[in-house]
């Protein structure tokens, strides 16, 4: 049973998705700083105005300082990142010693799909739709996941299919 947190995922999602754009706005920065650096030469050594030559070298000052910044924010979000994860690893610890409590305690599960929490003998074991193995209630099961006549185990319901000869999951259909 997993029991991620769907806000911090959607968190490190998104850091991941900044840390990906900063690389990107990097490389960008690289390249213009290339194709400055080649104007800058060209421009030397077809133009000797000296007004030119210091447009092109606050340019290129410029550009290097950009990249440094950029550099910086993307240590400071990797950074940030790997503090996130081992945030999200301690929370993760916690929520499944919480889980366990209520188990046993309460003799209590939570559903997989639904959120809520039931009596344990109401939670069954199902294939979602990317075939991993969760927990849900009954009513959860009855309305979304069918039992395949082969393997006998409940699948999600996009995973079966009719052959005429009965409801079968993916993996059965195709042996």
């Not at 490389?27 to 133009?47: N, Q």
């Not at 075939?131 to 079966?160: A, F, H, P, S, W």
Request: charged share 40%.
């Amino acid at each position: 049973m997993t029991n991620d947190n769907p806000t911090l995922i959607a968190g490190f999602e998104d850091i991941m998705v900044h840390i990906r754009n900063q690389e990107k706005r990097i490389k960008d920065l690289e390249d213009e700083l290339y194709d400055l650096r080649e104007f800058k030469k060209d421009a030397e050594d077809t133009c000797g105005s000296h007004v030119v030559m210091e447009d092109l070298m606050k340019r290129v000052k410029s550009a290097e300082h950009h990249e440094k910044h950029t550099k910086s924010l993307h240590k400071q979000l990797e950074e940030r990142y790997f503090l996130e994860k081992g945030n999200v690893r301690t929370l993760t610890k916690h929520i499944h010693k919480l889980d366990d409590v209520l188990c046993n305690k309460f003799n209590k599960r939570l559903c997989d799909d639904c959120g809520e929490w039931v009596d344990m003998t109401e939670i069954h074991e199902v294939k979602d739709s990317d075939y991993d193995r969760i927990d849900v209630c009954v009513d959860c099961r009855d309305k979304g996941y069918t039992q395949c006549d082969d393997c006998m185990e409940y699948c999600c319901n996009t995973l079966i299919t009719d052959d005429g000869w009965g409801e079968l999951c993916q993996n059965c259909n195709e042996d």
